[in-house]
């Protein structure tokens, strides 16, 4: 199992750095896997595109590359300081656009 796991640590470092690999929908095993990995995955699948996901540990919770995440998280920490301050719901979801279930989620949400 170790030259499996660094395999695909291989894959990851030549679609971070390889700009033309990286654009490529697919990649072709025999560009980037050893011989004897591609006959040791043959034992289970030949001919079909297969996904390899990333590990558990590089996965990026939503919005983090874009700043979409920090730009919601302000936010919603606005909402709440407002509400503390004294807001109403009702007012908060007017001002930011949201439902009243939204505003309501954002500022019970532990």
């Known amino acids: 199992m170790p030259f499996l796991i660094s395999a695909l640590h291989l894959i990851h470092f030549l679609q ?13 095993a ?25 590990p558990e540990n590089a996965h990026r919770k939503w919005g983090t590359r874009s700043g979409a995440r920090k730009t919601l998280d302000e ?4 909402i709440k300081d407002s509400f503390k301050s004294g807001k109403t719901i009702s007012q908060l979801a007017e001002e930011y656009y949201l439902s009243i279930e939204t505003i309501k989620k954002i500022i019970y949400k532990k």
């Open 16 to 28: 971070k750095n390889n700009k033309e690999l990286a654009e490529m929908s697919y990649l072709k």
């Open 30 to 54: 025999n560009a980037v896997l050893p011989k004897n990995l591609i006959k040791e995955i043959q034992k289970y699948v030949q001919g079909e595109t297969i996904y390899i996901p990333k």
């Open 75 to 78: 936010r919603n920490q606005s």
